[in-house]
């Protein structure tokens, strides 16, 4: 009741209290408004999950509902929850529950849930009885530690000393990799979600640079990675919110073109964080307004497990595809604006979080770093307190092993085992508790005491002590400890990013193309001479037997090949030509041919200007930061730069490798960034140095020094990337084997041999290199190539004077002899080697 004030009146004749109505009012609502935000609302910044969340994921943890178990009625989670820890009703309970459980809702699902859990469509979840449900690993992940006294407990409103609930979970994965959403009383919070990956790749940065800016970040983390995928226009937003806490960001579908001989149809296969309902729903309304005019009455949805999301749109005859794309984007939920308020609960340690704060993406990161480095310390706290009280007990199981008749004796001569106690106490040295150890065991047990046994235990527990003690005191190697734990979480439940940035678009620029939507199939293209592109089966140059042995058979055409790649309908080539420009290109646009069919000319295909020619073609399937594409040029330069920097490159090409006069580009490849590059020249010099010396550097280069030509002249003529295997042994005999891997060196003269690997030095960049090959006077090196015994090799080579006409012959590598480096190779054709390509 409340206490009697200045706004207060009492009458002594009714004991009644009388006060002003305001007053209590407001006490009640600020009582409220506080409850909501801390118990209600908003998300723990240590955890990222709110308190009803907490409680089902604790609860289902203590009553082992694990992902290695099978799964349990959901109603039987509901009851525990709310019989033991939240005092609400069962719905609230289930629909949280639900919504951990949906993969389209959450971007990492902490529940994983059995039965109609609800769609996109608006689906609303079955009752719990029909349902059922266990925890994911990766929400045992989130309570990892929990056992060992690294967060705080109090008792639930069922004060029962037994039932006690977390003030926060240890929080092993980052809070904002799942999303959150909340009203509060004067406080919301809507919190995007992000890639694991990408966000523990920054924790792991930040406790090296806690002070790194904004753009340093977005490096790692680049932005938001919503469950449906779609694409954000720009970086403004992200960047807003990442700064302050509060954001503003455009999301579009992900549509593509689908033409078949009979129709064309917009196909959305990715949608902006909403329900495909919604979308639906938006786009009949804008047709019905008569806003879309490009569009047939037909919308298909044919969505479904295996395809994901898959809404047809049919178009009419001859319109323009892009502009009615732009329509749609304009006029239905197939764009939407999304508002981020990243508002937090703050704690200090070991204490219930009761401060609400918008926070930044820098600032959350490095609490909840500060947090994990405090978890760590306290695992280690309560390890090595156990550790030390069995390092106690273990030396008073010495001491018994060591006198174990006597004590047999002790306690036969003992009235009970308490007296028996004290006298091995005494008589020992010992304390209370290792007496009392000694003292509950049986006669047989003492008799089988085996001091070698402790005697090990307790020199594992010195060494795990010692290792504790030194965590403790040591910040670098507790930072160190955590950095390990979090990059198993990243192999454990790290996955691709689903959502698309565009850095550089603009939510209201024209849209000018749609790109083709097709299955991924495999497919193996072909770039030929004089500068045609084909694909062809996958199983194309398969080899065949023939008379017992595995080989290819050449058709006409096969002389002019100059490339051969695998890859799928859904990958691009990534085409290099001469002048240094770069070209992309899908490769469900190239013609499927059979192999002696003539391929479809390059210069109709890509915006090639006159002179121009193409001299490498690169398969991409992703645009990675960690990998890169590697330019070489005929006078000895290299430019190394990430695949990321060629998102936006298309048919009208995009400038790449800027050349000096004179030069040309010879060869592009395909990198990790963690291996090794063989440089060959026309003179015979082969230079072989490590991707460390290579710097990356943005698209638009002019490249740095590859190899130190020779004073009299020479050209580069070719490049490899190798990646060394390391030792290989065998596995039934445990004989290490040779290097598989050689270099092939093939001269103009038609001459070839290969060279094991370990005889080239690896040198500096820009030096010279050693001698590859012996040639006379009037040979040169025509290229040089990484194969392995299981190759096989298709020459194009032109005959001398007595035979005309351009040749293919078919080689296996393991027929090609090996010499070492100074030693000329065989000639194997009676004519000048126009190509070699390796088959596989």
Not at 29 to 45: E, I, K, M, Q, W
Not at 180 to 208: K, Q
Not at 339 to 360: E, H
């Amino acid at each position: 009741m409340a206490s009697v004030s200045e706004n207060t009146e009492k009458t002594v004749e009714t004991g009644i209290i009388q006060e002003d109505f305001s007053v209590i009012m407001a006490q009640a609502f600020a009582t409220y408004g506080l409850s909501v935000v801390t118990d209600r609302a908003l998300p723990d910044a240590r955890d990222g999950l709110k308190p009803v969340q907490r409680r089902i994921l604790a609860g289902m943890r203590e009553a082992r509902y694990l992902a290695s178990r099978p799964t349990v009625k959901s109603a039987e989670v509901v009851g525990l929850i709310l019989g033991n820890y939240h005092p609400h009703g069962d719905t609230s309970v289930y629909d949280a529950a639900v919504r951990m459980a949906q993969p389209f809702t959450m971007r990492y699902p902490l529940i994983e849930g059995q039965g109609n859990m609800g769609s996109e469509d608006g689906d609303a979840p079955a009752a719990y009885r029909y349902t059922e449900m266990r925890l994911s690993p990766l929400a045992e992940a989130l309570m990892a530690d929990m056992e060992r006294e690294t967060v705080p407990l109090h008792p639930t409103y069922k004060q029962d000393p037994k039932v006690q609930e977390p003030d926060y979970l240890p929080g092993r994965i980052p809070p904002v990799v799942n999303p959150s959403s909340g009203i509060a009383v004067g406080l919301s919070t809507n919190i995007p979600p992000h890639n694991l990956g990408e966000v523990l790749r920054a924790c792991i940065a930040l406790l090296d640079r806690p002070d790194m800016t904004v753009d340093e970040l977005m490096g790692y983390i680049p932005g938001p990675d919503f469950s449906q995928g779609g694409h954000i226009i720009g970086t403004e937003g992200i960047r807003d919110y990442f700064t302050t806490g509060k954001g503003r960001i455009i999301v579009r579908a992900e549509v593509r073109l689908e033409e078949t001989p009979r129709s064309r149809a917009l196909v959305v296969t990715q949608i902006p964080p909403t329900g495909r309902d919604k979308v639906k729903a938006s786009i009949i309304k804008a047709f019905n307004a008569r806003k879309l005019e490009g569009l047939m009455a037909d919308l298909r949805d044919e969505t479904d497990t295996e395809k994901g999301t898959r809404i047809v749109l049919e178009l009419r005859k001859d319109v323009d595809a892009a502009q009615t794309l732009e329509q749609l984007y304009r006029e239905t939920d197939l764009q939407i604006a999304i508002s981020f308020q990243m508002v937090f609960l703050f704690g200090s340690p070991m204490q219930a979080a009761r401060q609400p704060k918008q926070t930044g993406m820098l600032e959350l990161l490095n609490y909840w770093n500060a947090h994990q480095l405090d978890l760590l310390t306290r695992r280690a706290q309560y390890d090595l307190r156990k550790a030390r009280e069995r390092l106690h007990v273990i030396e008073g199981l010495i001491t018994g092993a060591a006198h174990a008749e006597e004590i047999v004796k002790i306690f036969q001569q003992s009235e009970d085992r308490t007296s028996a106690r004290r006298a091995i106490e005494e008589r020992y040295s010992l304390t209370e508790i290792q007496s009392d150890v000694i003292a509950s065991m049986t006669l047989s047990q003492v008799t089988k005491l085996d001091s070698g046994k402790y005697q090990r235990e307790r020199d594992e527990l010195q060494r795990r002590i010692e290792e504790l003690e030194n965590l403790l005191t040591n910040r670098r190697a507790l930072i160190s400890l955590l950095k390990k734990e979090m990059q198993q979480l990243m192999r454990q439940f790290a996955d691709e990013r689903r959502t698309y940035i565009d850095v550089e678009g603009q939510p209201h620029a024209p849209i000018t193309h749609v790109a083709s939507l097709h299955e991924r199939e495999p497919l193996t293209v072909a770039f030929a001479s004089p500068g045609t592109l084909k694909a062809l089966a996958p199983d194309t140059f398969k080899p065949k037997q023939k008379n017992g042995v595995l080989a290819y058979t050449p058709v006409r055409g096969d002389e002019q090949l100059r490339q051969v790649v695998a890859t799928t309908t859904q990958d691009y080539l990534l085409c290099m030509s001469s002048t240094g420009r770069v070209f992309q290109i899908g490769s469900h646009r190239l013609p499927l041919v059979t192999r002696s069919a003539k391929g479809e000319a390059i210069r109709d295909l890509l915006e090639l200007a006159p002179g121009e020619e193409i001299v490498a073609v690169v398969p991409i399937d992703a645009y990675d930061e960690d990998r890169y594409l590697v330019t070489f040029s005929r006078l000895g330069k290299v430019k190394k730069s990430p695949l990321s920097e060629y998102k936006t490159v298309d048919i009208d090409g995009a400038q790449d490798m800027k050349l000096a006069e004179g030069d040309s580009v010879v060869t592009a490849l395909l990198s990790r960034g963690q291996g090794e590059y063989f440089v060959t020249t026309d003179y015979a010099q082969t230079l072989r140095f490590s991707d460390e010396a290579l710097r990356a550097q943005g698209r638009v280069g002019q490249g740095v020094a590859a190899i130190a030509l020779a004073k009299g002249g020479g050209v580069v003529v070719s490049a490899s990337y190798y990646e060394p295997q390391g030792t290989v042994v065998d596995e039934t005999t445990g004989e290490v084997l040779p290097e598989l891997n050689s270099l092939l060196v093939v001269t103009e003269q038609g001459t070839l041999k290969k060279v094991p690997v370990s005889q080239y030095p690896q040198k500096g960049r820009a030096t010279g290199g050693v001698v590859t090959t012996e040639i006379g006077d009037k040979d040169r090196v025509l290229l040089s190539m990484l194969v392995n015994e299981q190759d096989h090799l298709l020459l194009g080579w032109t005959g001398r004077s007595g035979e005309k006409g351009e040749h293919a012959l078919v080689l296996p590598v393991s027929e090609v002899k090996a010499f070492p480096r100074v030693k000329q190779g065989v000639e194997v054709v009676n004519g000048r080697i126009l190509t070699v390509v390796k088959l596989g």
